[in-house]
Nanobody, 124 residues
Framework: QVQLVESGGGSVQSGGSLRLSCAAS????????MGWFRQPPGKEREGVTH???????RYADSVKGRFTISQDNAKNTLYLQMNSLKPEDTAMYYC??????????????????WGQGTQVTVSS
């Protein structure tokens, strides 16, 4: 019903920036909340941020002030601007979508649709 494809990952030095994109296709009108997750090597997937269809957002404490989520509804694209990157930001980054409104950062199991991920590597 909904397909998500991430892009924009890569390798960057500490302090650098990257902008991730997530292109959505299919029945995108059903998405009321879209989010970004990340999974560091050897760790579980964790929520980073989300945005609702009214533009409201939330961020994990670890990325506040450094990451910004945004969306272009006309292009069906979700973005994650990542600034002041740190080695601990190294992870596979995933975008996700769900038909339900997001009040707080939700666990992995509460999103219906997922992309395949894009790798972000931050070196010291």
């Amino acid at each position: 019903q909904v397909q998500l494809v991430e892009s924009g990952g890569g390798s960057v030095q500490s302090g650098g920036s990257l902008r991730l994109s997530c292109a959505a296709s299919g029945y995108t009108d059903s998405n009321r909340c879209m989010g970004w997750f990340r999974q560091p090597p050897g760790k579980e997937r964790e929520g980073v941020t989300h945005i609702n269809d009214d533009g409201s957002t939330r961020y994990a404490d670890s990325v506040k002030g450094r990451f910004t989520i945004s969306q272009d509804n006309a292009k069906n694209t979700l973005y994650l601007q990542m600034n002041s990157l740190k080695p601990e930001d190294t992870a596979m980054y995933y975008c996700a979508a769900d038909y339900r409104w997001c009040w707080t950062l939700r666990p992995r199991t509460e999103y219906q649709y997922w992309g395949q991920g894009t790798q972000v590597t931050v070196s010291s």
